[in-house]
């Protein structure tokens, strides 16, 4: 189950890093989410944030193929992750996003966070890996 779980989180941040770095005005105009709400078109930060999911992709993948071994790099990705989250939290909370965004963040943001705290627990970790 986590093996599957970081070869499917790679794959959709490779994709991600990928359409941001290559296309980042398709990426804030036709992403899913409601992108233009969080602020200007910025093709240099979209760029920058498509390589901080390919690197994600990259720990993902470590992950996927070095369970035995994944777990500081797993704490990595889930501060990242996390930090993204309560960054959509705190602007949601403050006003800053229309109130749709608790629909919408709610899988593509707070649930890949919630799944990473989750999986970081050592008793949850264990009997997902065996």
Not at 11 to 37: K, R, V
Not at 51 to 62: N, P
Not at 87 to 93: K, Q, S, T
Request: charged share 10%.
């Amino acid at each position: 189950m986590l093996k599957m779980f970081y070869a499917v989180a790679c794959g959709l941040c490779g994709a991600l890093g990928a359409w941001m770095i290559t296309s980042p005005l398709s990426w804030y105009t036709e992403f899913p989410g409601g992108i233009p709400h969080t602020g200007p078109f910025n093709s240099h930060f979209i760029r920058d944030l498509g390589v901080g999911y390919s690197v994600a992709a990259l720990g993902f993948g470590w992950c996927a193929r070095h369970l035995d071994r994944c777990y500081p790099a797993h704490i990595g990705l889930t501060a990242f992750f996390t930090g993204h989250a309560l960054i959509h939290l705190a602007d949601l909370a403050a006003g800053h996003l229309p109130d749709v965004h608790w629909l919408v963040d709610t899988p593509l943001v707070f649930i890949p966070a919630l799944l990473l705290i989750i999986f970081a627990l050592p008793s949850v970790r264990q009997r997902l890996e065996s």
